[in-house]
């Protein structure tokens, strides 16, 4: 047998996509992937640092797998690695430093055995290309972006990212029909700033999916997007598309003008919520998520009235928020009116809780509607039934009245019992 490893990936769908590709990259070069740290040779973390929270979890998590396996090779990668390598050097359950673009070709690396391997992704100009061969899913991601050339006051992520870097259309159109060959019905497009794709050589997002439409993949999903970013050319072209799933994540971060200037977002407000009632006007019940940072320096409580105010009265389904923090290096962290933990939490803690309202009152208005969903998982033993996902984003239960439903496409009429949702095939 071969030398074992454990891969935990924590953060965005970008990292989710990478954290295959090392997988891969290990498995074929003669690893096998194991269960848990006891069994292995190396624990490899692949870190996201969006939060100071997640740069503890990840300092835990390795803390974690020494103490499990005192004789493993514990190897940290990702964005904490890309900006606190130095930090990271200094700790004694660190073994291996690997910066972004390192992960993508693990195995090279691990073969060297070099404490710290991180490129300067901030004069990297070129994306790096990695093929994802996974065929044991419904759905997948595919990375069409990295990097970001904004410079929010908050964000640390272009420092751990570098500079905006798209893949060609050409390699991304023959790496979907691979997907589809291999009888994946859905992809998600996904990057660090995807609207930012194809600017470097006079694209544009809509380009590549015009590329896209004229692939046998049958159904898509685009990541997160500024505001700013969605025009009426793009929603014109997706409204259109018979393989579009009409699932939008808009990055607004704060619903007060003042707040978003302060931020760097130079969108406002009343824009966007217009913008959210056109793309409402297009879709029967899109889903339309959203990132929302709370207790912002300087963000009174008037601030974050009219933030929540704002949100509430938006036709947003849900809404992913979280507590502002403190990003080494950024210009918030500079700013003065630094607010206390428990004023954060208590903000976070409404939109949390209008979220949830939002997404029960949208699970309402699909009740009894029907709708396309990709049966993505095989009868659950507890339940006996499949468990599918709508163009819009919805998560149903169905019954296995045929004997296998696994990985098709069914018309469905969605019902709900016992504060779940079902869908009965048509």
């Known amino acids: 047998m071969g030398q074992t490893f454990v891969l935990k990936t924590m953060g965005c769908k970008a990292n989710q996509f990478e954290g295959g590709i ?16 006891a069994e292995a040779d190396f624990f490899i973390l692949n870190s996201c640092t969006v939060t100071h929270k997640s740069d503890n979890e990840a300092l835990y998590i390795l803390r974690n ?16 690695a890309q900006v606190k390598k130095e930090e990271l050097l200094s700790l004694d359950y660190v073994d291996m430093v690997l910066g972004n673009d390192e992960k993508l070709n693990i195995s090279q690396y691990l073969e060297d055995k070099k404490k710290c391997q991180v490129t300067d992704l901030m004069s990297k100009d070129d994306f790096t290309y990695a093929v994802l061969n996974d065929i044991y899913k419904t759905r997948i991601g595919l990375k069409i972006q990295d990097g970001c050339n904004s410079r929010c006051s908050y964000c640390v992520i272009p420092f751990a990212r570098g500079k905006s870097r798209s893949a060609n259309a050409g390699f991304l159109v023959n790496q979907i029909n691979i997907y589809a060959e291999h009888g994946y019905k859905e992809i998600m497009l996904t990057g660090i700033h995807i609207g930012q794709w194809g600017r470097e050589f006079g694209k544009s997002l809509i380009d590549l999916l015009k590329e896209i439409e004229k692939t046998d993949i049958p159904r898509y999903r685009i990541g997160s997007l500024n505001p700013s970013e969605i025009n009426a050319e793009l929603l014109d072209f997706l409204q259109a598309s018979e393989k579009f799933c009409p699932h939008f994540h808009l990055s607004l971060q704060s619903a007060c003008d003042k707040t978003l200037k302060a931020m760097n977002r130079f969108y406002k407000t009343e824009d966007y919520l217009a913008q959210i009632e056109n793309i409402q006007s297009r879709w029967k019940n899109p ?5 929302i940072i709370v207790g912002f320096p ?32 950024t210009a918030a962290a500079r700013m003065q009116g630094q607010l206390p933990v428990d004023v954060k939490k208590k903000r976070a803690d409404l939109i949390k809780s209008l979220s949830m309202q939002k997404y029960a009152d949208f699970i309402k208005l699909n009740n009894g509607t029907k709708a396309e969903i990709l049966i993505e998982k095989r009868p659950d033993k507890k339940t006996g039934k499949y468990k599918g996902l709508t163009r819009n984003y919805l998560s149903l239960l169905v019954e296995p009245e045929i004997p296998d439903l696994f990985n098709t496409l069914q018309r469905v009429k969605i019902f709900e019992k016992d504060n779940k949702l079902y869908g009965q095939i048509l």
């Open 22 to 37: 090392i997988v891969e990259n290990l498995v074929n070069n003669g690893y096998e992937e194991v269960n848990a740290p």
């Open 65 to 80: 797998a020494k103490h499990e396996n005192p004789d493993i090779i514990n190897i940290i990668t990702g964005c904490v």
């Open 287 to 291: 889903f339309l998520g959203s990132d």
């Open 298 to 329: 300087g963000e009174t409580d008037e601030d974050f009235e009219i933030t929540y105010n704002n949100l509430k009265c938006s036709g947003l389904t849900q809404i992913h928020t979280f507590p502002y923090s403190v990003r080494e290096g």
